[in-house]
């Protein structure tokens, strides 16, 4: 039998004990071990829940039990997830978790610790929610050299977005209804202005590049500046426009990352994906494209993927699985020197300017009054800043991705 503890029962923590629960027959079949909910730690009581006598307040408790070997730390923040964590795994105690923030933080320590006492640290769930994405690259892609990594991993976000191209709605409307079905929280800066999808996309840069991606370096830039016009000009270009968190090796050999809105084409494969649904698109040297694709959030899902990594730890028990993410801080390339095409919106009486500073553009023609907007050739980020700053007014300028 493999004890669990689970550290927060809010909406992931008890979603961990019903997963555990309902699926009982299947996951004590494929871990080869039967798993028990000993413990489910919260400051509060729940009475009439159906696992209320399983509810501690002190983590000691659980701590000083031999009999945990594995637990769920579903807690979110940084601390005291870090503190519990870092005890637990000191201890001998695997720890899985679907906290982004703690492993974006201190992954590579509580990585390396996991090793040093024959344990493990997994994080399939802070990630994509139900989407496996962490176990692929770690296992199923290690014959390839991850050279690209572009996804969406946010599903306010592309929630927003979706509906604003659907329905032509402006951001602050959207954003409204968002929140009202909950898809939003009460504050959703986090989420709008990239700083999750940040921490996600550093998580999966740094098992790619098998080093550490600080994701404070990471240049991020949320949707809170897309308009309903921005739309109508991506249908014109037929294209629809989503926030991406990217991270590419260079022909150089250098190493960038970033998280930004982009405008892609029919032919991409995330262009279909909606509401609020996440996608993966890995490129390997060999294999070529892959693609990941599911809910992202929520629940069930999220508390699916922290499940399928307390399998693994009950299979083995003792035993480390290696995940190649070192305490090494990766250089990033400077954004400045990163090259796109961008699409941009000006005052009509600007088109002569515009013509002159950018040089060869593409016209781009939709039904918005009193603006210009074109399609510049590829260029650095710093040259198009320079090239914005002599033209003196922009109104919008977004990515393209081919």
């Not at 699916?304 to 083995?316: G, L, N, Q, T």
């Amino acid at each position: 039998m493999i004890n669990v503890a689970v550290l927060g029962y809010g909406t992931v923590g008890s979603g961990v004990v019903e997963v555990i629960e309902k699926n009982k027959e299947e996951i004590n079949k494929k871990s080869g071990e039967k798993l028990n909910i000993k413990y489910i730690l919260d400051l509060r009581d729940f009475p009439g829940d159906p696992y209320e006598n399983k509810v501690v307040h002190d983590v000691e408790i659980i701590m000083n039990d031999p009999e945990v070997q594995v637990i769920c730390e579903t807690m979110g923040g940084i601390h005291p997830a870090y503190e519990f964590s870092k005890r637990a795994l000191l201890m001998g105690k695997s720890v899985c978790t679907s906290n982004k923030e703690l492993v974006a933080n201190h992954g590579p320590e509580l990585i390396r610790l996991a090793k040093e006492h024959k344990c493990n640290y997994l994080f399939e769930a802070s990630v994509g929610g139900g989407i496996p994405i962490i176990r692929p690259i770690n296992y199923s892609l290690t014959a390839e050299k991850i050279d690209g990594i572009t996804g969406i991993l946010n599903g306010t976000t592309n929630y927003i977005l979706s509906k604003m191209a659907a329905e032509g709605a402006g951001f602050e409307e959207v954003l409204k209804e968002a929140q009202e079905k909950g898809y939003a929280e009460r504050n959703p800066e986090a989420d709008v202005e990239g700083h999750d999808a940040c921490r996600k996309i550093a998580i999966l840069s740094s098992l790619m590049t098998g080093k550490n991606v600080k994701y404070e370096d990471i240049y991020t830039e949320g949707i809170t500046k897309i308009t309903a016009a921005d739309f109508v000009y991506a249908r014109a270009l037929e294209r629809s426009i989503k926030l991406l968190a990217m991270s590419r090796e260079c022909e150089d050999g250098s190493f960038y990352a970033m998280v930004a809105p982009f405008m892609i084409p029919v032919s991409h494969p995330l262009y279909s994906v909606s509401g609020v649904f996440n996608a993966v698109f890995v490129h390997g040297n060999m294999l070529g494209d892959s693609m990941y694709y599911g809910r992202g959030a929520g629940k069930l899902p999220t508390a699916s993927a922290v499940v399928s990594d307390v399998v693994d730890c009950a299979r083995h028990i003792g035993k480390t699985i290696m995940c190649f993410w070192d305490d090494e801080d990766v250089k990033q390339a400077n954004v400045e020197h990163i090259k796109h095409r961008f699409f941009v919106r000006t005052k009509a009486a600007l088109e002569k300017e515009a013509v002159d500073i950018f040089g060869l553009i593409r016209v781009v023609v939709a039904d918005v009054k009193d603006e210009y907007a074109f399609i510049t050739e590829e260029m650095s980020e710093r040259e198009f800043k320079e090239k914005a700053q002599k033209l003196g007014c922009v109104i919008n300028r977004i990515r393209l991705e081919s």
